[in-house]
Each structure stands twice: as C-alpha cells, then as structure tokens.
C-alpha cells in the first residue's frame, strides 16, 4: 500500500492532488500580480468579447421574437404591469445570480480540466494518468456543449417573451429590444464576463488563469448587476410606457 501511495507523491511524500491544488494557488496568485500590473489590457479582452457574446445573443433574440408568434398568455414585465419594488429587484438579482454562477463555473471548469488535471496527470502512472489525461479534454467538451445550450436557450427563452411583450405593447420587437437595452446590455455583458475569460483562455492555451478570472470577472460583474437590477425595475418600466405611447 505504501509503494501504491509513494508511485502518487514526490519525494518528500507529498500527494500528487496536493501538489497540483498548491500550483493551482500558486498560477492564481502569480496571474493576479501580473494583471494588477497592467489591468488594461485584460479588462480590455474581457468587456469587448462579453460585449461580442451579448451581441450574438440580441441578435438571436431579435430573430426568434421575429420569427415566433405572441404567447397568449400575458407576459409580466416588473414594474410595468406591477408596482415597483425592492422585492422585484431582488428578484431579478437572484434570475441574475444564478445564469452568472452557471458561467462562474464553466470558468472553474474550465481551470480543473485545463490546467489542474494535466498537471496531476504527470504524476501518475498506467491507467489512472490515461483517465486524467482523457478527463481534461471531456470536460472542456462539456463545458462548451453547456455554455451552447445556455446561449441557445435564453435566445429561445427571451426571444419568446419578447415577441409577446412587444404584442402586448404593440410595438415591434426591434423598438421593443432598443427600450430595454439600457438594462439589458450591461446585464448580459456583466453576465457574460466568465465566459469570455473562458473563451480567451482555451484559445490562448492560458488555463491556469481561469481560477483568477473567475474570482475578477465575478466581483466585477456583480456591482453591474445590483445597478442594473434597479434601472430594470424602476426605469425601464417608464421607458416602455413611453415608446408604446
């Protein structure tokens, strides 16, 4: 049982799982010094491929609202078909709060099966270092088919209830989607910041930056998200009334 456990340790008997989880901390708080260096550039790449993401996603939206017929069941918008209030916001956060922790940990994901797993991998042997070595490129699988099953999702999900709401208000789903873009645009680039830290990274091959730009893009995003949440509930309604006359 020893030698089994020694085959799995360096020489000072340290675990290999222990190993990998101490360079893990050790990448994080290497990248988090270099980009407290220069923020620029990092925060740069994140906003504008967040802000592709949110595009695809309007546009995917905008052509599903086109291209579907109004539910006939009413659609309630917060604060327009309701009186506003604090715990509407709250309502939003929390919708909000868990699409930005599905993305979260597509990113956490992303740092286990590209940097953690490889790494621990090497210090295996035989069958179990096949396995580590396949459980990388799995998950990474799986975390993609995820994030293109959230994406075509809310392009459905919000599609549909644009379509209705644009019915009800009678205005074209295109007036509709630039009335409430001063929430939402924000809202989906704050939702997708993860995401596109995870893009970013599996193209420049950079995992061992993900447990980083999870813990940023997320601090980040959430004082978004607060604001916004507010701006839907208390201004947004007033900006539908206007546009539907």
């Given at each position: 049982m020893?030698?089994?456990?020694?085959?799995?340790?360096?020489?000072?008997g340290v675990?290999a799982?222990?190993?990998?989880?101490?360079?893990?901390?050790?990448?994080?708080?290497?990248?988090?010094?270099t980009?407290?260096?220069?923020?620029?550039?990092?925060?740069?790449?994140?906003?504008?491929?967040?802000?592709a993401?949110?595009?695809?996603?309007?546009?995917?939206?905008?052509?599903?609202?086109?291209a579907?017929?109004?539910?006939?069941?009413?659609?309630?918008?917060?604060?327009?078909?309701?009186?506003?209030?604090?715990?509407?916001?709250?309502?939003?956060?929390?919708r909000?709060?868990?699409?930005?922790?599905l993305?979260?940990?597509?990113?956490?994901?992303?740092?286990?099966?590209g940097?953690s797993l490889?790494?621990?991998?090497?210090?295996?042997?035989g069958a179990?270092?096949?396995?580590?070595?396949?459980?990388g490129?799995?998950?990474?699988?799986?975390?993609?088919?995820?994030?293109?099953?959230?994406?075509?999702?809310q392009?459905?999900?919000?599609?549909?209830?644009?379509?209705?709401?644009a019915?009800?208000?009678?205005v074209?789903p295109g007036?509709?989607?630039?009335?409430?873009?001063?929430h939402?645009?924000?809202?989906?680039?704050a939702l997708f910041l993860?995401?596109?830290?995870?893009?970013i990274?599996?193209?420049?091959?950079?995992?061992?930056?993900?447990?980083?730009?999870?813990?940023v893009?997320?601090?980040?995003?959430?004082?978004i998200?607060?604001?916004v949440?507010?701006?839907e509930?208390y201004?947004?309604?007033?900006?539908?009334?206007?546009?539907?006359?």
């Amino acid at each position: 049982m020893k030698r089994g456990r020694d085959r799995h340790a360096d020489a000072r008997g340290v675990p290999a799982s222990e190993l990998a989880l101490v360079q893990g901390i050790a990448h994080t708080r290497e990248t988090l010094d270099t980009w407290n260096d220069r923020p620029g550039p990092v925060l740069g790449r994140w906003f504008a491929g967040s802000l592709a993401i949110s595009g695809v996603l309007l546009s995917s939206v905008l052509i599903v609202a086109s291209a579907t017929p109004a539910d006939s069941t009413p659609f309630t918008f917060p604060g327009l078909h309701t009186d506003p209030s604090n715990g509407q916001v709250l309502g939003v956060l929390l919708r909000n709060g868990l699409v930005l922790a599905l993305h979260a940990m597509a990113c956490v994901a992303g740092f286990i099966a590209g940097s953690s797993l490889p790494a621990e991998a090497q210090r295996h042997r035989g069958a179990w270092r096949w396995i580590h070595e396949q459980a990388g490129p799995l998950a990474i699988l799986f975390v993609s088919a995820a994030t293109a099953f959230s994406l075509l999702t809310q392009s459905l999900v919000l599609g549909m209830g644009t379509s209705t709401l644009a019915t009800q208000l009678d205005v074209s789903p295109g007036l509709l989607l630039v009335a409430l873009l001063p929430h939402a645009l924000p809202e989906l680039v704050a939702l997708f910041l993860p995401l596109a830290a995870w893009i970013i990274a599996s193209r420049n091959g950079d995992w061992h930056q993900l447990l980083a730009a999870t813990v940023v893009t997320v601090v980040l995003a959430v004082p978004i998200l607060v604001a916004v949440a507010f701006v839907e509930v208390y201004v947004t309604p007033q900006v539908l009334r206007w546009v539907a006359g």
